[in-house]
């Protein structure tokens, strides 16, 4: 089953701004940790959000083009269609809006864990069905 795709949109202020000009490379870790806690957020019953944290382990971005005061951006995420194990493979793309190519593109590996112990926890196959488009 293919993911779905959850936007949200960002605009960008003025403590988002380098000294190059343009948006710092942490806000675009900090827009994908937003729309990664939002996502989570929206689709996971509530149960499960009460019940399990996320982690991240490792972040691959590519910067493609500058994002610059007063711009709006759009972000867009999906997981991969199957967690291993604990860990769940998410993407980010980073849009000017109405743009037709990202400014950024991430890959991120996130690790599930129970949020009492901290300890990992395999992805049950019904938490990650909440985030597949039905067929």
Not at 95 to 109: G, V
């Amino acid at each position: 089953m293919p993911a779905e795709i959850f936007v949200q949109r960002f605009p960008v202020a003025a403590a988002d701004i380098d000294e190059l000009g343009h948006v710092n490379n942490i806000v675009y870790l900090r827009y994908a940790q937003d729309i990664a806690t939002a996502h989570w957020r929206t689709r996971a019953p509530k149960e499960m959000v009460d019940a399990f944290v996320w982690v991240v382990t490792r972040h691959e971005v590519d910067y493609r083009a500058q994002l610059e005061l007063g711009d709006d951006v759009e972000v867009r995420t999906w997981v991969d269609d199957v967690p291993r194990g604990p860990s769940w493979v998410r993407f980010v793309e980073v849009y000017k809006a109405d743009a037709k190519k990202p400014a950024a593109q991430i890959k991120s590996n996130w690790v599930m864990l129970d949020a009492q112990t901290r300890r990992m926890k395999r992805v049950p196959p019904d938490l990650a069905a909440c985030f597949m488009i039905p067929p």
